[in-house]
């Protein structure tokens, strides 16, 4: 049962997993180590715990990070997902154990076979959204189909938001993960199935293509289709369901606010822009803004068609867009100054709680009626550390990382957690972290 194990970053959802494994070290024999790129934010989620010790590490440096991977029996890595197929390799190579909570890319899945060969786990989308969106969908619609009825709709929507009594910005929001995958989030297009009609939404449309969701207790949000809600139809064994749909949750007010953004050019992330450290925000606007007369904040409200002293023109002021403030960044794209300039703006305060909410919506037929099923799921955090998002990446991470130290997983190769030899265990421990799914049952006209 004793096991090396292997936490591959030290960032912003790392924090629950590192501790749920130090924590269990002393009762499995384990030994624990966490490597970073910096290793003082390793040795910080260490701290002096006798199993536990941290590693400098430059994923890209192949012979350090095979030496690591070598020395470990389960690796669990939470790297930007491009960077997951070295690790992946590497794993192979090693004959290691995979975890990790990012998409399985089409590259990851065509390790299948030799995984499965050499008796090895590959576990990807085992954190948040995807993870427990997986888990917690399966568990309903099996539980749904065990009673012999139909389904006929799935919908699934998931936000990492900051808690009402933290929420002290216009835009509503806070960086709790990747603020890179939250500045490029659903560029491409979005594709979802719609009473048997496949629907797409082109990048410049996304923002404006929204879905009013109410949360029992928490109110109303609005909702954005994810790039592509089709991806799982056979992992959840939905291959002719007519609606399926899955989106990400925002508060009301920030998808049109972001729509602005994109449309001005904020989030490219193709071009440099020239002297781009020399230059300050309010000329970077000037160079987006139609040439004429007024101010630049006047001539980018007209670009978007909107009251220059409106709610969306005040939510790109208070970012500091229109600040005769040097941006700093050379050969920086606009996607990358504005990152770094929200960075600052939606960081976290050491006491700001975090809150993750999430909706199933599930509808069936049973008995020549119509039903639909609606679970919810919402979490706070603690502080700026001890998040919300932290626990819902992290623990199940942890936990699968602890059946497989255990021998409990009989499922080699490359998966994602829709199996119930998965999802029942770790939901089931969940629930000792405050993890609550609750669900009702309408019926339908």
């Not at 701290?47 to 010790?53: I, L, S, V």
Request: proline fraction near 5%; charge should be neutral.
């Amino acid at each position: 049962m004793s096991a090396r194990i292997l936490i591959i970053g030290a960032g912003r959802s790392s924090s629950s997993l590192i501790k749920y494994a130090l924590d269990k070290s002393e009762d499995f024999g384990w030994s624990i180590t966490v490597a970073d790129a910096d290793p003082a934010a390793a040795a910080a989620k260490v701290k002096d715990h006798p199993r536990g010790h941290a590693a400098w590490l430059d994923v890209m440096k192949t012979n350090d990070r095979r030496d690591l991977i070598g020395r470990a029996d389960i690796v669990v890595s939470l790297l930007p997902a491009h960077l997951h197929i070295e690790v992946a390799q590497d794993c192979i190579r090693l004959k290691k154990h995979l975890v990790t909570a990012s998409y399985v890319s089409q590259e990851l899945y065509r390790l299948g076979d030799e995984a499965r060969n050499r008796e090895l786990i590959f576990m990807g989308e085992m954190g948040l959204d995807p993870g427990i969106d997986h888990m917690t969908a399966m568990q309903r619609l099996n539980v749904i189909r065990e009673k012999g009825a139909k389904v006929t709709a799935f919908r699934s929507f998931t936000g990492g938001l900051v808690a009402p009594e933290s929420n002290n910005n216009p835009w509503g929001y806070k960086f709790t993960w990747n603020p890179r995958n939250v500045v490029l989030a659903g560029q491409g297009t979005a594709q979802y199935l719609e009473n048997g009609k496949l629907k797409f939404i082109p990048y410049q449309r996304l923002f404006k293509t929204l879905w009013d969701i109410e949360v029992p207790g928490q109110g109303k949000f609005e909702a954005y289709a994810n790039r592509d809600s089709l991806l799982y139809r056979k992992q959840y064994g939905l291959e002719d369901i007519p609606t399926i749909l899955r989106g990400t949750l925002r508060y009301p007010g920030f998808a049109e606010a972001w729509s602005a953004l994109v449309k001005v050019g904020l989030t490219n992330a193709d071009f440099p822009i020239l002297d781009s450290a020399k230059i300050t925000y309010h000329e970077l606007m000037e160079a987006l803004a139609p040439s004429g007369p007024g101010s630049v904040k006047d001539r980018i409200a007209q670009l978007l068609r909107i009251d220059p002293n409106g709610e969306v023109m005040g939510r790109l002021v208070w970012l500091g867009l229109f600040r005769k403030k040097k941006i700093k960044l050379p050969d920086a794209t606009p996607a990358l100054i504005l990152e770094n300039l929200l960075l600052d703006k939606w960081k976290l305060a050491p006491q700001d709680k975090d809150l993750i909410v999430m909706q199933h919506q599930i509808d069936y037929e049973l008995g020549g009626k119509k039903y639909r099923d609606i679970s919810n799921l919402t979490m706070k955090g603690e502080n700026a550390t001890d998040t919300a998002m932290a626990r819902l990446v992290g623990l199940p991470m942890g936990i699968f990382t602890r059946l497989i130290s255990q021998g409990k997983i009989q499922a080699t190769g490359v998966h994602i957690p829709t199996m119930r030899e998965v999802y029942e265990p770790v939901l089931e421990e969940m629930k000792e972290f405050g993890m609550v799914l609750t669900h009702h049952t309408e019926e339908l006209a």
